[in-house]
């Protein structure tokens, strides 16, 4: 099945700067990226997706890239707030299921 | 907006119970999953359905079951708990074309 593996675990950034989640994906087949935040007490909430068809996909100050040769994909938040502070996975689609990184704790220090 | 709603949001019980954990979406969705979540291991998928009365085994099917005898319900089944099964549980729903939608997860302890 798809492996998908999540750098760092952690990350604690000044607010204002930006923070860089990067995974990678081993089948070649899954043709759908999306991220997800989660918040304290809640479950996780889709923050942006990427398709195989497309390279980069912004929305504000997130942005998300894909390398399909390299199988990885990677979360880009600019300019981080306090309200940033949270759990962030990245997972990868294929045959109807998705496969989950292990997870980002990103620290927004203010 | 999607709505995934789970009975519980904290639940104990004691080893060799049977436990149901019950998921109900609001958007006619015909895919729901459930997952467990562990620290430092993500979100790992039990089982998923893409119809009623359909189920398919995720990742990690053993110990659970599930049952989906309407549309807009999918209960996750411990036959019999064990105190490893003490976990967030998550359900998901999604249409054919869309992301999946969490709820916000019950917690369940076993002791």
């Known amino acids: 099945g798809e492996n998908v593996e999540q750098h760092p675990s952690t990350l604690s950034v000044q607010e204002g700067d930006s923070a860089v989640i990067k995974c990678t994906y081993s089948?070649?087949?899954?043709?759908?990226f999306p991220w997800y935040k989660q918040e304290l007490g809640k479950g996780p909430q889709l923050i942006i997706d990427?398709?195989?068809?497309?390279g980069e996909k912004k929305d504000q100050r997130i942005a998300v890239t894909l390398n399909k040769t390299a199988k990885h994909f990677s979360l880009h938040i600019t300019e981080t707030q306090p309200e940033d502070s949270a759990v962030y996975f990245c997972?990868?689609?294929?045959?109807?299921?998705?496969?989950f990184g292990a997870g980002t704790t990103v620290t927004v220090r203010a | 907006d999607v709505k995934v709603t789970q009975s519980s949001r904290y639940l104990v019980k004691r080893t060799g119970e049977k436990v149901f954990l019950e998921c109900v979406q609001d958007?006619?969705?015909?895919?729901m999953f459930w997952y467990r979540q562990d620290p430092g291991l993500g979100l790992r998928l039990i089982y998923f359905?893409?119809?009623?009365?359909?189920?398919e085994k995720g990742d990690i099917p053993e110990g659970y079951s599930v049952s989906r005898e309407k549309k807009e319900r999918f209960s996750l089944i411990l036959e019999s708990a064990s105190t490893n099964q003490t976990s967030m549980y998550l359900c998901?729903?999604?249409?054919?074309?869309?992301?999946?939608?969490f709820g916000d997860g019950t917690r369940l302890s076993i002791l």
């Open positions: 998901a729903s999604s249409g054919d074309t869309e992301p999946q939608h």
């Open positions: 089948d070649s087949a899954s043709n759908y």
């Open positions: 990427i398709r195989s068809n497309v």
């Open positions: 997972a990868a689609y294929y045959d109807y299921k998705l496969s």
């Open positions: 958007m006619d969705h015909e895919n």
């Open positions: 359905s893409y119809d009623v009365k359909m189920k």
